[in-house]
């Protein structure tokens, strides 16, 4: 009769020595910074007299005081429906044209197809400050060569850093930066599908358009929930495209978004709890329309599979 051999301790313990340092970099840069911010969410300074000298300013226990004034500030609730007509524009917009290239990229007749995929997938490995300079100076009359080559021909030279303009160039930026993402993660989806569910749809005398539409999309619904996902997040949290316009027009402000929001408070007012406590807001806010979202996704996912 043969016994089991013991495994040492080390090889126990191995899995959590694989583990530790993920979980030491999430503990310090995620748990903690959300501890502190929840922290400070719920104190405020307290001044007496003129602010000066020791003690004169105090940090005390504020409640849910922050939380109350942030939901009741017209700037905040401003700057959420600005990004809601935003993300109105960019959302479909993007993913639209992302599914629009992935089907084109997918089909049989296509030529050069390494060269087209990267070529749309190049905008996304721009950052976001240096995309924003650049359409920003093409948005400029002064320098534009669009607003040039109108002039030369007589036409309307539109101002798209003023107005309501001012979406559909913000957009613009967002759209042109985020569709070669998620046409990857679509056309990857495409990819995957068996082609013997291609023949037996041409066997039965389906056009590509039917293919398209019939076959591939809902197959490849799964990946357009993801996409989709992933675009109200990056909606929710526009900053860096309206900041880095903001010198170039008088149109954005330094509230034009709720994160433009708390960082005016936190850096330009220097008042980090209110900052605070409307950045746990937008979280929770990006938290509850991301779990519904998916749950419903879920729920209707599940209802077809029990048909």
Do not use: C
């Amino acid at each position: 009769m043969t016994t089991a051999r013991r495994r040492p301790y080390g090889v126990k313990g191995a899995p959590y020595g694989f583990l530790l340092p993920a979980a030491v970099l999430f503990v310090l840069f995620f748990a903690l910074p959300i501890g502190y911010a929840l922290w400070l969410s719920l104190h405020k300074v307290e001044v007496k007299g003129l602010g000066l000298g020791s003690g004169a300013r105090k940090e005390v226990w504020a409640g849910l005081r922050n939380y109350t004034d942030a939901l009741t500030d017209s700037e905040l609730l401003h700057g959420a429906l600005r990004v809601a007509g935003y993300g109105a524009i960019v959302v479909p917009v993007m993913l639209g044209l992302a599914l629009l290239f992935a089907l084109m990229l997918d089909a049989d007749k296509v030529r050069l197809t390494p060269f087209t995929r990267l070529a749309i997938f190049l905008p996304y490995a721009i950052p976001g400050v240096v995309a924003a300079l650049l359409w920003g100076f093409l948005y400029l009359p002064d320098v534009s060569p669009f607003h040039f080559v109108l002039d030369r021909l007589g036409m309307p030279q539109p101002n798209l850093l003023d107005g309501g303009p001012l979406y559909v160039a913000l957009s613009n930026i967002a759209v042109w930066g985020g569709t070669g993402f998620n046409m990857i993660v679509i056309y990857t989806a495409l990819r995957a599908i068996p082609v013997e569910v291609h023949e037996a749809a041409r066997l039965d005398g389906a056009t590509p358009l039917q293919i398209a539409l019939r076959i591939k999309v809902p197959m490849v619904a799964p990946s357009l929930v993801l996409t989709f996902f992933f675009s109200i997040i990056a909606t929710l949290q526009v900053f860096s495209e309206p900041t880095t316009l903001k010198p170039l027009t008088n149109s954005v402000s330094t509230t034009w978004s709720p994160l433009m929001k708390v960082y005016r408070d936190a850096f330009g007012a220097g008042d980090i709890y209110a900052a605070a406590a409307e950045a746990v807001i937008i979280a929770v806010v990006t938290l509850v329309l991301s779990f519904g979202f998916l749950r419903a996704a879920n729920s209707r996912t599940q209802q077809e599979e029990a048909r």
